[in-house]
């Protein structure tokens, strides 16, 4: 499946931000989706992840109550709503398509080309 990932840019602090993931490729409904996010100089780490029709949630601790993940599986497309952002939230972010529900980055089998988060302070 090839996923493209659109909606970063910059933002000030406080502010908000939807991501969009688009898939083609394959049944979309096939895959658990997750969010995953690379700040400079650190490891990419777990945001959000969306069972196949949407049904369960997880998310990190970093972002729990401020961000949600959605899917739309009509439209092929996941989303990331992020609201009340800060600077610790600057990263790009991928999407990332796998068989089950994990927040481990090794266990997703399709990732997108990542989207640039910026959020001033």
């Known amino acids: 499946v090839q996923l493209q990932a659109s909606g970063g840019g910059l933002v000030q602090a406080g502010g908000s931000l939807r991501l969009s993931c688009a898939a083609s490729?394959?049944?979309?409904?096939?895959?658990?989706m997750g969010w995953f996010r690379q700040a400079p100089g650190k490891e990419r780490e777990f945001v959000a992840s969306?069972?196949?029709?949407?049904?369960?949630?997880y998310y990190a601790n970093s972002v729990k109550d401020r961000f949600t993940v959605s899917r739309d599986n009509a439209k092929n497309t996941v989303y990331l709503q992020m609201n009340s952002l800060n600077a610790e939230d600057t990263a790009v972010y991928y999407c990332?398509?796998?068989?089950?529900?994990?927040?481990?980055?090794?266990?997703?089998?399709?990732w997108g080309q990542g989207t640039l988060v910026t959020v001033s302070s």
């Open positions: 490729g394959r049944t979309f409904s096939n895959y658990v």
């Open positions: 969306i069972s196949r029709f949407g049904g369960s949630t």
């Open positions: 990332a398509a796998g068989p089950r529900i994990t927040t481990r980055n090794i266990d997703y089998e399709y």
